[in-house]
């Protein structure tokens, strides 16, 4: 259900969240970059979503909306799945709010989903329109069984893991070799040279557009743009970041105005902003350690 976008007001303050985050483990590492139990009992709360891959989240509490980039917004289910965004977008949640899920891997997005990334991105889908039934249908009876005080977010881990590995499809072995290329070329610097990622895959230059795309939601120039966003916004966030260090990441952009566009874009805030106090989920997020896909 969409409507016409009201805007956003202040942020909730950090001082009302409790987060915790849980570490993939085993033969979902592949599929998962974290865990997570997010909770406010506010009546409303307001905070911003970074561009990120994906994410098959539970709602056992709690309603609300995501802003698009058109203008309007999606609303959220009890099992969504959150496609990839090309940008930070606002949510909006009557509370209390209670979120248990995972952020996936670009090899997690498309194994679960096997959709196309670019097609569906920046939405928040009804998971149970486009993943297998027994995941909506499970995660029905996991949100049911939080509210009822029967099972732990941990315990919803599990079994959330569980149905990812149950139902991930991987994508044929050039398609799996493309996606590990790309994440070595991403790591290799904060803006990687295009031409040596199209040096690396084994497909033409216009298939590992087409590819790259499919799996990652942008094109190449702007998955790098992405990235150098959510890198130069993790280093940003540490309480302590040595001059030359920061430095380093503004001699990758044009200039000072032009990273400040950038960061904003990608994770809805300007570097001032991002050491405060007042968004620990947001930090969380964009922290390295939650970026694995660059390996």
């Not at 085993?26 to 139990?37: I, L, R």
């Not at 496609?83 to 979120?99: D, R, S, W, Y």
């Not at 743009?225 to 990441?249: D, N």
Request: with cysteine; aromatic share 8%; net charge negative.
């Amino acid at each position: 259900m969409k409507r016409e976008n009201p805007g956003i007001g202040e942020l909730t303050p950090p001082s009302r969240f409790e987060i915790d985050y849980l570490a993939p483990e085993g033969d979902v590492a592949q599929f998962v970059t974290t865990f997570y139990h997010f909770r406010c009992d506010d009546s409303l709360i307001r905070d911003i979503q970074p561009a990120a891959i994906g994410h098959l989240s539970l709602f056992p509490r709690g309603k609300g909306r995501m802003s698009l980039p058109d203008g309007e917004y999606d609303w959220s289910h009890e099992v969504n799945l959150l496609t990839p965004l090309a940008c930070a977008l606002h949510i909006e949640v009557e509370g209390p709010f209670h979120a248990i899920g995972a952020a996936l891997t670009p090899l997690g997005w498309a194994a679960l989903t096997g959709l196309h990334a670019q097609e569906h991105a920046n939405r928040l889908y009804n998971a149970a329109d486009w993943l297998p039934p027994q995941i909506a249908e499970r995660g029905k009876e996991l949100c049911r069984g939080y509210r009822d005080g029967e099972l732990t977010a941990e315990e919803m881990v599990e079994d959330i893991a569980a149905l990812i590995l149950a139902h991930a499809k991987l994508p044929r072995s050039p398609h799996l070799e493309l996606i590990a290329e790309v994440g070595r070329w991403l790591s290799q610097s904060l803006l990687p040279d295009i031409e040596d990622l199209y040096a690396a895959s084994s497909f033409s230059r216009r298939q590992t557009q087409r590819l790259v795309q499919q799996y990652y939601g942008v094109s190449p120039v702007a998955l790098r743009r992405k990235y150098r966003a959510l890198r130069a916004a993790a280093a940003f966030s540490k309480p302590q970041l040595a001059p030359e260090e920061a430095a380093m990441i503004e001699d990758t952009f044009y200039d000072q105005p032009h990273m400040i566009h950038e960061i904003r874009e990608f994770v809805g805030r300007t570097p001032a902003r991002l050491a405060d106090s007042d968004a620990p989920y947001l930090r969380e997020l964009i922290d390295a350690k939650n970026l694995r896909e660059l390996g």
